[in-house]
C-alpha cells in the first residue's frame, strides 16, 4: 500500500510558474514507476507526464511537452512537476499516481496502468 500526497497548486496568473509536488509513503519508492495526471472540469482524467523507476526515462503529454519537466527524489520519496509558462487550459485538479513494476526503465502513460492515486492538488490559471 501506497500513500500518495500532492501539494503545490494555487491560483496563479497566465504566464506563471507553478512547482507540484508528490510524497510517497513508502519504504520501497524505487520500486515504483510513477506519473502525473489532471482533470479539467467536465472532461476526463488525462496523463501529463511520467517518470521510471530509475530517473532516466521520461515522457510527456504534447499538450505540457518543453513546459514541465518531471523529476523523482528516491532518497526523499518525492516526486515534482516543475510547470512553466501556464496558461487557463492547465486549469485542472493534478494527480500523482504509482505503479509497482519491476521493470526499470519502463514508462506508463495510462490511467488503469498505475495501481495507487494521491487525492489531487488544484492549479487554476486565470487568462
Known amino acids: 500500500q501506497v500513500q500518495l500526497v500532492e501539494s503545490g497548486g494555487e491560483l496563479v496568473q497566465a504566464g506563471a510558474s507553478l512547482r507540484l509536488s508528490c510524497a510517497a509513503s513508502t519504504r520501497t519508492f524505487n520500486n515504483y514507476a510513477m506519473g502525473w495526471f489532471r482533470q479539467a472540469p467536465g472532461k476526463e482524467r488525462e496523463f501529463v507526464a511520467a517518470?521510471?523507476?530509475?530517473?532516466?526515462?521520461?515522457t510527456y503529454a504534447d499538450s505540457v511537452k518543453g513546459r514541465v519537466t518531471i523529476s523523482r527524489d528516491n532518497a526523499k520519496n518525492t516526486v515534482n512537476l516543475p510547470m512553466n509558462s501556464l496558461n487557463p487550459e492547465d486549469t485542472a485538479v493534478y494527480y500523482c499516481?504509482?505503479?509497482?513494476?519491476?521493470?526499470?526503465?519502463?514508462?506508463?502513460?495510462?490511467?488503469?496502468?498505475?495501481?495507487?492515486w494521491g487525492q489531487g492538488t488544484q492549479v487554476t490559471v486565470s487568462s
Open positions: 517518470i521510471s523507476r530509475r530517473e532516466d526515462r521520461t
Open positions: 499516481a504509482a505503479r509497482n513494476t519491476g521493470y526499470s526503465r519502463t514508462l506508463y502513460s495510462t490511467l488503469g496502468q498505475y495501481d495507487y
